[in-house]
């Protein structure tokens, strides 16, 4: 049976990856920072109808800044793959907890790297770093792809180019079998409510309902390439079956400014978003990225990966979640 671990595996792709694998009959060993959450109980409660057996699947306590740790477990585990996805993920946050977010997202994934290199050569764990197209940040170019230089504009996407790099390191210094997924923005009924994609469907559905009257947003001028979690977790997947260790771009090749978002959203509850969105500048951040478009034609000539949900269907999929949740 093969093994994975999957570090932040309570996350939204961490959601998606732990169904993919254990219905590809994969032992998976997931790590959070508190067990004793519902969104633990949640999962597992998922995961027993993903399984064939209890044993599947387990949670378990790991601080990813603690090498000692890490090491522990994963020499313990002797995992076949490992998917790092455990991080401060969010990038306005990083700004007021920039030392918090280069140890997560950086220090991280060195330690699960030393861990790595400390296995027996023949039976080393393959990993996929969870890196992202924030890299790009300031980028002129478009759309980008694994050529794009980085020009990083949070300490969010700071530690995760440092991240990035370092994988690479390993890669070419001690041959670690090792994967950046530069993953484009994602989304899905789990998205967190702090990301804009989900605060809009929310709010939408929570307007409709009369639960609320209006929705505060930050910077509305900027753009993203939006696609669904769902399938981006087997890009992940693919990168780790693939023959050698890679960089990739994984995107849906179009863009959208978040006022089409937003029209995408209240136009499926029959309102006019301008009627109800409010700017509020103090959630603007100190430095933006105003527009991402990813090239995913590495991806698919290699990987034979493409994503399967448009715009208008990840947004219809994400309002009538939100809609059913209210009801
Ligand atoms: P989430 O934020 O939903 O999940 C990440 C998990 O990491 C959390 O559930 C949390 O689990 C854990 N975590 C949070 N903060 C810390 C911390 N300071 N130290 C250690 N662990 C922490 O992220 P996603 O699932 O959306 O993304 C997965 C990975 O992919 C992340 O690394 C993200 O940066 C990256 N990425 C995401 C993209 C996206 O569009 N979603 C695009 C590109 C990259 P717990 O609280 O249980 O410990
Ligand atoms: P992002 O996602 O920063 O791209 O990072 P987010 O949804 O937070 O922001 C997207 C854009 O919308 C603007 N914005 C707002 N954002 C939030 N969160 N809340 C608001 O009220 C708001 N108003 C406007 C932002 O300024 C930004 O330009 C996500 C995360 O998943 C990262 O971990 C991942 O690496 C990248 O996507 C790719």
Redesign the pocket.
Same mark, same amino acid.
């Given at each position: 049976m093969q093994r994975a671990l999957i570090t932040g595996v309570t996350g939204q792709d961490g959601w998606y990856l732990t169904e993919l694998l254990l219905k590809r009959g994969y032992q998976v060993l997931g790590t959070t920072r508190n067990p004793a959450t519902p969104s633990v109980l949640e999962l597992q409660e998922s995961a027993a109808g993903w399984s064939e057996s209890p044993e599947q699947f387990r949670v378990v306590r790991l601080n990813l800044t603690d090498a000692e740790q890490v090491d522990q477990l994963v020499q313990s585990f002797e995992p076949h793959e490992i998917y790092n996805l455990a991080a401060q993920?969010? %990038? $306005?946050q990083s700004f007021s907890s920039p030392l918090d977010t280069l140890a997560a997202n950086a220090r991280g994934a060195l330690a699960l790297l030393e861990a790595i290199r400390r296995m027996p050569a023949a039976s080393a764990a393959r990993m996929y770093q969870a890196s !992202? !197209?924030?890299m790009f940040g300031a980028a002129e170019s478009y759309p980008q792809n694994e050529q794009t230089p980085f020009h990083p504009r949070s300490p969010?996407a700071c530690a995760k180019v440092c991240a990035y790099h370092l994988c690479v390191l390993y890669r070419e210094s001690y041959g670690v079998f090792v994967s950046n997924g530069i /993953?484009?923005?994602h989304e899905s009924p789990r998205r967190p409510a !702090?990301? %804009?994609?989900r605060?809009i469907t929310r709010a939408a559905a929570r307007i409709a309902a009369g639960l609320e009257k209006e929705l505060t /947003? $930050?910077? /509305?001028d %900027?753009g #993203?390439d939006w696609g669904f979690a769902g399938d981006y977790v087997d890009a992940m997947w693919r990168m780790l079956q693939h023959d050698q260790p890679d960089d990739f771009c994984v995107a849906t090749n179009q863009w959208r400014r978040?006022d089409e978002f937003l029209e995408a959203a209240f136009s499926r509850i029959g309102r006019n978003w301008r009627d109800v969105v409010r700017i509020d500048p103090a /959630?603007? #951040?100190p430095a933006? %990225?105003t527009r991402l478009q990813g090239d995913y034609s590495k991806a698919e000539r290699l990987l034979g990966w493409r994503p399967t949900t448009s715009f208008d269907d990840l947004v219809r999929l994400m309002v009538d979640a939100d809609l059913a949740a209210v009801q």
């Open positions: 993920s969010h %990038v $306005g !992202s !197209s924030e969010y /993953l484009f923005n !702090s990301y %804009v994609t605060k /947003l $930050g910077n /509305l %900027v #993203r978040l /959630l603007c #951040r933006e %990225v």
